[in-house]
């Protein structure tokens, strides 16, 4: 019987010492949140660029989506380009025009065919993103589900969602134009050096996107 008493008193101490801190704590650390340039932090370090041939895709993802305080690129037509030969030669070429629209510290670039699993955009970015990563040889994958504190190998695979470093930016435009091979294979062997984390901000959204169609 003293051990069972032991045990339903430490229990008690146990719940009452749980609510006391989801009263008390809590609200300290949302106060002190609410001292975070949070809105003004993203704005300034994170581009977006839609990757899209087709205004009604963007449109549709706009719609769904509150990118505020970003306002996202969208990648345009690519007859404007005049592009000709392979389809992986106009890829590469696609690629290159939207890294080229990345101008700050950290450049998000989605597909139109995603939806987004959280409504505030600048609050994950910021948690995922700006908070804990401020390393240059990192990439973010944010389509997949993973830990911010392990390192992954980068791939070509699953762009849903990518964020790259304005270095990895760099490194991209300056080896893309010179690899022959196709376009996902290029990407990993461009991104060698850098370290990939991973964090669940977008999902496929069920329909075809038109990225490079």
């Known amino acids: 019987m003293p051990r069972k008493s032991n045990v339903l008193l430490a229990l008690a101490v146990f719940i009452q010492v749980g609510v006391i801190l989801t009263l008390y704590i809590e609200p300290i650390y949302l106060i002190s949140r609410s001292r975070l340039n949070i809105s003004g932090t993203v704005k300034e370090r994170v581009s977006i660029v839609i ?24 990648l345009v037509d690519r007859t404007d380009l005049n592009l000709s030969g392979s389809s992986e030669d106009i890829i590469k070429h696609l690629y290159l025009k939207a890294l080229d629209q990345c101008d ?6 989605l ?4 939806v987004f ?20 040889n990192y990439i973010f994958d944010c389509s997949k589900r993973g ?10 695979n699953g762009s849903l969602c990518r ?4 270095y990895a ?10 690899c022959n091979k196709p376009v996902d294979i290029c990407l990993e ?3 060698e050096g850098f370290e990939e984390k991973r964090f669940l901000l977008a999902q496929h959204a069920g329909y075809k996107s038109s990225r490079w169609s």
């Open 51 to 74: 990757a899209s041939n087709r205004a009604d895709n963007i449109r549709t993802l706009k719609e769904r989506t509150d990118f505020s305080p970003i306002v996202p690129t969208s």
């Open 104 to 109: 700050k510290v950290y450049c998000m670039i």
């Open 111 to 114: 597909d139109d065919d995603i």
């Open 117 to 136: 699993i959280y409504n505030e955009l600048k609050d994950v970015l910021f948690d995922n993103l700006l908070s804990y990563n401020n390393d240059n």
């Open 147 to 156: 830990f911010l504190r392990k390192n992954y190998t980068p791939n070509g």
């Open 163 to 166: 964020i790259y470093s304005r």
């Open 169 to 178: 930016v760099r490194a991209l435009k300056q080896c893309i134009p010179t």
């Open 189 to 191: 062997e461009c991104l």
